[in-house]
């Protein structure tokens, strides 16, 4: 019976990729080929130990299980883009409500918005930017509690003028610890479009561009 000298064992043929143009890594059916191969061809003065041999049927089991299991979760993953794009299109002309100081405002209807208040303060107030970035507005709200605090701007300047429709800045500020410091708003958004593909869902904001489905605390008002 004739010897084939040098071969390795199939576990380290496994691990060479191919000198192809195709430079794929070997799989299973490879991978039990060369340990077919092997025993055929091992050294009889020598023949492969039980210990050796039940660990790279071991090996070749968990290399089959390991494609297995990503195909099962290219699958799911699969099923779950499609679950959230399905999700995500039916908010197409909602509105949302998310963290950011600026929004698309339409200045024939009150618009209502929050902002987060760490502690209690005794002076609350909001002042409105127009697009030029020059104050238009001021709303004081007094003391208020600590928590989620709502505010409502009715779209008119300080002297009582109706503004035009437009991309307004809110920026809320509270007097506590001995100091003004500026608080984070909610501000409520449009929902022109969704943008699938990628790591992440991407929403279309009116006035706002695009924001990540993630950012949107709440749907609807």
Do not use: C
């Amino acid at each position: 019976m004739s010897t084939v000298n040098g071969v390795s064992s199939a576990l380290d043929q496994y691990q060479i990729k191919s000198d192809t143009s195709a430079n794929k890594e070997l799989g299973k059916n490879e991978f039990l080929n060369l340990l077919v191969a092997q025993l055929n061809n091992q050294n009889p003065l020598e023949p492969q130990g039980n210990g050796e041999f039940i660990a790279q049927l071991a090996q070749f089991s968990q290399v089959e299980g390991i494609e297995k299991l990503n195909t099962s979760m290219g699958s799911l993953l699969s099923g779950y883009q499609s679950s959230q794009a399905l999700q995500a299109s039916s908010l197409v002309g909602s509105k949302v409500i998310i963290p950011t100081d600026k929004a698309l405002v339409d200045t024939s209807e009150s618009f209502k918005a929050s902002m987060v208040l760490p502690t209690s303060s005794s002076n609350v107030y909001v002042n409105v930017y127009d697009n030029a970035g020059t104050v238009v507005s001021r709303i004081n709200m007094g003391e208020q509690a600590a928590g989620n605090v709502s505010f409502i701007w009715d779209g008119k300047d300080a002297s009582g003028k109706v503004l035009p429709p437009g991309t307004y800045k809110f920026e809320a500020q509270a007097t506590y610890e001995g100091e003004t410091k500026g608080l984070y708003t909610m501000l409520p958004a449009n929902v022109d479009s969704v943008v699938l593909g990628g790591s992440e869902l991407m929403l279309n904001l009116a006035g706002l561009g695009s924001v990540p489905l993630s950012q949107v605390q709440v749907i609807g008002e």
